[in-house]
């Protein structure tokens, strides 16, 4: 894949990994937030975005994301692309100041006036989850209420509120979105780092009571939405509120945390150069010190397992200097915490209706083996109204290259448009 064409993918939130900078300040948060939406190119073509990090703005365009870029403030309303090059626009705006619109120029082509489409409301709001306080936006749709309303629950590392295309494809279908900055990120408090998938569960509950207590939200009608590790925290928190009417779970996998990991490891091991019995060694190892984690043995019984193969061949081509120590107690007291969870045990709870899609040629999620996993699940559960879509030639980022250029892959946004408007949750 070319380099720009990468970078412009990963800064388009189409990764779970969130390039978020932690424990953002409230301006720099929310600079650019008036730029955040939806404006129509051409019939059919929408471009959607807002503000990113560091100050700077994306757009993207979900059927061509080349048509997208980061851009950076050249002066008061005008913006140039940092990648890819060449792009520009200017904001227009109303006598009152309110963005309508977009004058968008591609390269040297003509200026196209992109009209401000599917307008919302946000209101920026902190709740409690037991010692943490979490600092979200709730996006509403422009009009009378109760709406709709969808909980993004995030993937892993530092992210913060602004999960990119989801917040403006669902309000674009009529429904709210509430999104918040994962605890220790942006004004949040608190640490993901120090607490464990069942703490991020109850903070996305708590989400969900939020909404539920408003009275311009529709009670009956709050899903959750959950991406690649949401995979692990949404269904867990469907389980934990009576307010959570759907659930729809992306790239999220059907085997617990310890053997999705292990899978991950064995894709990092092969661009090491490992295979055979190197490789097995090493997955070998890694099981032992997850199987240790799970049985909540101390810090320091890793010693045990890692010292007698430190200077073995195959240790130190996987490891080099460091190794599963490297993490700290800190890494270890979350393992402790989180390599049992499994996803099918929430599953097998569920009593609402289900959407879950998986990545065919996923290289973090074991998509083979979730697959029949979360079938018996579903079968399993209370609820009869449940789907689980693999996505032909897609990976965990759901990117695919279609007439050359880096697009989308087909059956996700548009089957979770009509899931929900034949459920009744969204508009057609």
Same mark, same amino acid.
């Given at each position: ?84 090059? @060449?792009? $520009?626009?200017?904001?227009? #705006? =109303? ?5 309508? %619109?977009? &004058?968008?120029? *591609? ?78 990120? @942006?004004? $949040?408090?608190?640490?993901? #780092? =120090? ?5 991020? %569960?109850? &903070?996305?509950? *708590? ?80 099981? $032992? ?140």
């Amino acid at each position: 894949m070319p380099t720009i064409v990468a970078r412009l993918l990963l800064c388009m939130g189409f990764f779970a990994h969130s390039l978020a900078v932690a424990r953002a300040d409230e301006a720099a948060l929310h600079q650019h937030m008036d730029l955040f939406g939806n404006y129509e190119l051409s019939p059919g073509q929408v471009l959607t975005g807002g503000p990113w990090e560091d100050g700077q703005v994306l757009f993207m365009e979900a059927t061509n994301i080349a048509d997208g870029g980061v851009f950076t403030r050249a002066d008061a309303d005008s913006f140039e692309s940092v990648f890819p090059p @060449g792009k $520009s626009f200017r904001v227009v #705006r =109303d006598a009152a100041g309110d963005v309508t %619109a977009l &004058d968008w120029q *591609a390269g040297a082509g003509s200026t196209v006036r992109a009209q401000r489409v599917h307008p919302q409301a946000r209101e920026d709001v902190s709740i409690e989850s037991g010692d943490v306080t979490l600092s979200g936006s709730l996006f509403l749709p422009v009009g009378p209420g109760p709406h709709p309303c969808i909980v993004l629950v995030h993937g892993s590392g530092d992210s913060d509120r602004y999960m990119g295309p989801w917040v403006t494809f669902f309000l674009q279908s009529g429904v709210g979105v509430f999104t918040y900055d994962k605890r220790g990120v @942006g004004l $949040s408090t608190g640490d993901w #780092r =120090d607490g464990s998938y069942a703490a991020l %569960a109850d &903070d996305a509950v *708590a989400a969900v009571e939020y909404l539920a207590s408003r009275d311009d939200v529709d009670a009956g009608r709050i899903g959750i939405h959950g991406s690649s590790e949401g995979g692990w925290v949404a269904p867990l928190a469907a389980t934990r509120s009576s307010h959570v009417s759907f659930l729809i779970v992306r790239v999220g996998p059907g085997q617990p945390v310890a053997e999705t990991v292990l899978y991950e490891m064995r894709w990092d091991l092969r661009e090491k150069n490992l295979t055979g019995e190197e490789l097995e060694q090493v997955i070998g190892l890694s099981r $032992s010190i997850f199987d240790a984690a799970s049985r909540g043995d101390a810090w320091e019984s890793l010693h045990a397992i890692v010292d007698p193969v430190r200077d073995t061949a195959w240790y130190r081509k996987a490891y080099g200097s460091g190794g599963p120590r490297g993490g700290g107690e800190r890494m270890w007291n979350w393992h402790v915490a989180n390599v049992h969870v499994d996803p099918a045990a929430s599953v097998r709870q569920l009593d609402i209706p289900v959407l879950w899609f998986l990545a065919e040629q996923d290289e973090n999620v074991d998509t083979a083996a979730s697959e029949p996993l979360l079938r018996a699940a579903f079968e399993a559960a209370p609820t009869t109204d449940h789907e689980l879509r693999v996505l032909p030639g897609a990976n965990h980022a759901f990117f695919v290259m279609r007439d050359g250029q880096p697009s989308y892959t087909l059956g996700y946004w548009d089957a979770m448009a009509e899931w929900l408007a034949s459920r009744g949750w969204a508009s057609e």
